[in-house]
C-alpha cells in the first residue's frame, strides 16, 4: 500500500477542496459535508489503487461529490409552485466578504451562479463533472480523461454537449423568466419600463 | 445565439468568481482527520477479485464439462495406440529385398509369352496388313479416278464449248460472204441491165440514124450518067430496109 501522511494531504490540499466544493454549493454546512465526503472517498480509493495526483483526484472527487449535492439539493428544493431561489441565507452571505462595490451587479451574478448551478444539475454526470473540471477548476483535457478513465477526445465531447446543454436549460430558464414577467406587469407597467 | 452565449459565459463566470470564504476552517481540518484515521483503522472492505475480465462471468454447464472430457479421453486413446503401434516396414528397403526376385521370374515368363504370340499372330498380322494396304490402294485409285474424271470433263466441256464458238464464228463468217455475193450478183445485174439499156438505146439511134442515111440514100438522085445498080433489085432493098 502507497505510504501517504493524510495531515499533510489534508492541509495542502484542502483548500482546493473546499473552493471546489464551496463555489459549487454555495454554502458552508454542504461545503463541509463535501468536504469530509470527498476525503474519505479519497482514503477508499488510496487503499484500493496507487493515487498518482492527488489534487487532481480531489478535485474530481469534490466536483462529483459537490454535483450529488446540488442534485439532493435541486430535488428537494422542487416546490409546486417551483422557480429558481437565490441563496439569501444572512449568515452565509455575511461569511463571505464582498469585493464588489455594486450590489445589483453582485446580485446579478449571484442569480446567475445559481442558475447555472441549478442547470449544471440537470446534466448528466459525466458531463456536469467534465463541465465543472474544465470551466471552475481549469483542468486540461488529458488531465480530466485521466481522471474520469476516459479518452481525450470523449472529454471533448462530453464538454461540448454540457455547454450546448447548459446554453438551452439557460435560455429556457431566461425566456421563461421573462414571460413570466410580462404576465405578471400590466400594460402601463410595461410602457413605464420601455420609456425608462 | 450571442445572447445564449454570453449568458452562458457570463453564469461560467460568476460561478467561477463566486467568493469562496477562506479555508477550510481548522475545527473541520480536525474532524476530517478524526474521521479519516477512523476510515483508515477500519478494514477494507472485501472486494471481488476478478481474474482476467471482470465483466465476463464463466458459467459452464456440466454438459460441456462431460463433453470436454469424453473428447480429452478419446484424444489420449488415441495418441497412445497410434504410439504402442509397430513400426511400418521402410518401403524402401522392401522394395529393394523383393524387386531383383520379381522382375527375374516376371520378365522370362513374360518375354516367352510374347514371342509365342507374335509368332502365331505374324501371318494373320500380314494378312491383315495387306487387306489394309489394297484396301486402302483401292480407295487412292477411287480418289484419283474420279478426280481425273472431273478434270476429263471439265476439259470436254471447254474443248466442246471451244468448237461452238469455232462453229458460229464460222457460220457468221459464211453468211456475211453470202450476203456480200448477193449484193454484188445484184449490184452487176442492174450494171449490166442499164448497159444492155444503154446499148439497145444506142443501137436504136444507129439504126435510125443508119434508116435516115438509107432514106437519104434513097431519096438521092442519081445522075443520068451513072446506071443503077442491076445487082440490085427494089424488092431486095424494101427487104433490107424492114429488116
Known sequence: MQTVDWQVIVKQHGPIVWQTAYRLLGNYADTADCFQETFVCAVQIWRRQRVRNFPALLSRLATARAIDQLRQRARLRRTPNGGLRVNTDPSDLSAVPSSNPDPPK??????LAERLRSAITQLPPQHAEVFCLRYLNGMSYRSIANQLGIKTSAAGVSLHRARARLRMLLESAFVAEVDFGRVGKTPGQEESEVRL | MTQEKNLLAKATEALANTEVPPGPPPELVSATLAKLAGAIDKPAEPTIQWSSSPRRIKIVPDWVKFAAAAVVLIAAGYLIGRLSAPKPMDAEELYAAVAPAIQRDLLEPMGRQWQLILAGNNAELKNQMQQDFRQQMNEFAVRILTASGAVTNQYL???VQSINTSQMQYRRWLAAAL?????D???????LANGIETLAVATGDELQRTKDDIAQFLAYNQPAGLNPNVYESPNITSERSRQ
Not at chain 1, 106 to 111: N, V
Not at chain 2, 179 to 183: A, G, I, K, P
Not at chain 2, 185 to 191: E, F, G, L, V
Open chain 1, 106 to 111: 453582485e446580485l446579478q451574478a449571484a442569480e
Open chain 2, 157 to 159: 466441256r471447254e474443248l
Open chain 2, 179 to 183: 450476203q456480200q455475193m448477193e449484193s
Open chain 2, 185 to 191: 450478183r445484184i449490184r452487176d445485174k442492174a450494171q
